[in-house]
């Protein structure tokens, strides 16, 4: 009995006097202050997409502890502390084992070092010699006392070396294997366990025999402790090694440096990107802009619209290459939409009851006007619909629709949905908006874009894992869906004879910018949006480009690698219906009997509003005839008179019509008692240019005189869409031509009454 009191004394002056040790080492020598970690951007599987080093020049990625692989763990345990679990930070028995081994060779071979001496060592660096081995043991016992067995773990998978300037297992299989430790092999996580122990020495990319040694001896240890069974050892040690180099991953570059300035401090950065959909994208973009002139780049954005989360950012074709602009960032530079915003704008003229899917526009010479637009390609079309008005990109119809439905309103509409405008044309919205008279941001426009497969709502684009989504209304759901449907166009067919009844499933629009600055190209599928700009970061104009041409392409490119995707579903709200040209109303409603309806056209309709034809002049005409079937008023004749309504294209649109759709054909002749009516009927017509005639081309320039006859008041004169300047009857107005080539000619008097002509130069 005295025995055991003996005993218990001793081990409590014992338990008494390591108390007062730590708490005097707490007292006189602290915790060494951890080192800083590097910054991690990451992918949404926590891969690393780029890394910033830290104070001292490392690259050491934080990791915790259920990041790690179980093999791993079973790796590192077995060959470096099976007794880890057990043991107070110092093992006894491996310390005696050490010390023999030392004794016998009479030098420090062993060390017999727990993994929190490890720590110990790593966390407050000592000579290998009998003071520096107290010092380690000290520490573990301070560790020990402090910190649980989990946090000591973490400490070693944050603070181990892997030779140079790699810090911490996350950074060592980044780096030498260029994946997540969660995707080693056993072969791969065998040489991690093994490399902190010479990480000089043992570092694959400069001694491959020497670290494939070190890894098999690991892989043998496992199947002698019985961890492992002998097959999985023979397998791993099967695998061959590669000497890998050391590079720090640089994926998503300019999103990561956009998110580190965002949060300097922050050690892990976690995004929303698919890291095998960036990779993937990178290099198409990379390859993709090769082909094109030095000084281009591109940026691509790819959003899921369910979520709002960024999959995709490349803000340039090439980081690191400098004629091509690659540290700008193209995703955040503010540039000119072109003709991007038009689907917003027919998506908002449809839900305010302004127009159908297949409403009459009047792509003709804006006669009275002080805004003169011209088409991208030149010329005039006459009568379009709004369905090809924006599947081809006209200008004219658009500033046409924008008039009516107020520029006020639309640029309020899309600010408010979150769509940002910059510039004098967003402080005071003007038509020319239309057209890119304002600048926005890629990423800006992909959150609006996404509202066409989003019932009309946008979203902000997240970058971040865990954002909150920001949601806005922009349109209804209907209106969305006749905008989405409008433009989901197979690119290998006309837009002139596209079908509405088409099963393709990826809406797309492109816009170039004034002086070719860049082109746009946007898509949207019911999963994803897509934006592509490519230009000059410089804003400098590339002659050539265009949405179309240069930024479509890469569109196709980037949907079809993300796969096939579902066709968008029709709200109930929309309906398909027959109409009638030139009214634009129902082809049942009264006005369209008795030869009224010229043109039936098969439009989308919203909540079953169809709205008729927007024109500056009547478009059904109520007028009186007498017996002789001639056009009268009571007024001037005083026989019988029977009423009539007629249909009439809008006076703009003649030049464009067959003969018998036009006025003169469509009106009945004037009662010769009816002298005002005359008047009316005047018409004018082009006559010092042949239609399809053909010139001579002389150098410098061609000069051309342009006169016409009839018609009231001025002539304004227009050349391939391009106002050239305004002449009176029987005089005049010299225009110089200096190139060869096809031209519309084209002439509009003070009441409307218009006439065109084409000819070629040769």
Known sequence: MRVFKAIAKVGSLLAVLVLALLLLLDHFYPMPRQQSFSSVVLASNAQVLRAFSNDRQQWRYPIDNDQVPEHYL?????????????????????????????????????????????????????????????????????????????????????????GGTLIG???????????????????????????????????????????????????????????????????????????YNQRAPLIAPLLARRLKKQC??????????????????????????????????????????????????????????????????????????????????????????LIHSQSLLQDTPRYKKAYRPRNFSGGFNGPVSVTQSLQRSLNIPAVQVLEQLGADYFASKLQFAGLKLKGPGADKPNVSMILGGVGTKLESLVGAYSALARSGLTIKPKLLAGEASVERYLLSPGAAWISWKMLAINPAQSSRHSSIDSDWRLAWKTGTSYGHREAWAMGVSKKWTIGVWVGRPDASSSPGISGRKTAAPLLFKAYRALGIDKLLKKPDTVSQQQICWPLGTSVNALQNTANNCLQKKQAW???????????????????????????????????????????????????????????????????????????????????????????????????????????????????????????????????SLKGRGKYQLSVVDLQGNSDLVNFLVE
Request: with cysteine.
């Open 169 to 243: 297992v996350q950074a060592a299989s980044s780096s030498y294997f260029s994946k997540g430790l969660d995707q080693l092999t056993d072969a791969e996580a065998a040489l991690l366990a093994v490399l902190p122990q010479a990480p000089s020495r043992l570092r694959p990319d400069r001694h491959l025999q020497a670290a494939q040694q070190a890894r098999d001896k690991v892989l043998r240890r496992m199947s002698k402790l019985n961890i492992w069974s002998q097959q999985r050892v023979a397998d791993a040690l099967q695998e061959p090694l590669f000497a």
């Open 74 to 162: 079973s790796l590192l345990l077995g060959y470096e502390d099976r007794w880890f679990y057990q043991h107070f930070g110092v093992n006894p028995l491996s310390m005696l084992r050490a010390a023999w081994q030392n004794f016998r060779a009479a030098r420090i071979v062993s060390g017999g070092s727990t993994l929190t001496m490890q720590v110990a060592r790593l966390i407050d660096p000592h000579q290998r010699s009998y003071r520096g081995k107290l010092k380690q043991l000290l520490r573990a016992l301070q560790l020990e006392w402090h910190l649980d067995k989990a946090q000591i773990l973490n400490l070693y998978l944050n603070l181990a070396p892997y």
């Open 605 to 735: 309709i919203l909540d079953d509003t169809i709205p008729p034809t927007l024109s500056e002049t009547d478009t059904l005409v109520h007028l009186w005839r007498n017996l002789n079937g001639e056009r009268a008023e009571p007024a001037c004749d005083f026989g019988p008179l029977q009423s009539s309504s007629i249909s009439l294209w809008p006076v703009t649109l003649e030049p464009w019509l067959s003969s018998n759709w036009r006025r003169a054909a469509r009106l009945p002749a004037s009662s010769a008692e009816c002298s005002q009516l005359l008047a009316e009927q005047q018409s004018i017509k082009i006559t010092s240019v042949a239609g399809q005639s053909l010139y001579q081309f002389k150098a410098p320039s061609l000069q051309l005189q342009l006169l016409a006859e009839g018609g009231s008041g001025s002539f304004q004169w227009y050349l391939n869409g391009i106002y050239q300047g305004v002449s009176r009857a029987g005089k005049a107005l010299t225009v």
């Open 264 to 353: 300097p401090d922050c050690e892990k950065i976690y995004t929303n990107i698919d890291i095998e959909m960036q990779q993937q994208l990178e290099m198409l973009v990379s390859d993709y802009v090769a082909t094109t002139p030095q000084g281009l780049s591109a940026a691509l954005l790819v959003m899921e619209n369910a979520s709002g989360a960024v999959r995709s950012y490349i803000g340039s074709a090439d980081f690191f290459n400098a004629k091509r602009f690659g540290h700008v960032d193209m995703v955040q530079a503010v540039r000119s939409p072109g003709s991007t915003l038009k689907p917003f704008l027919y998506a908002l003229a449809i839900d305010r009851g």
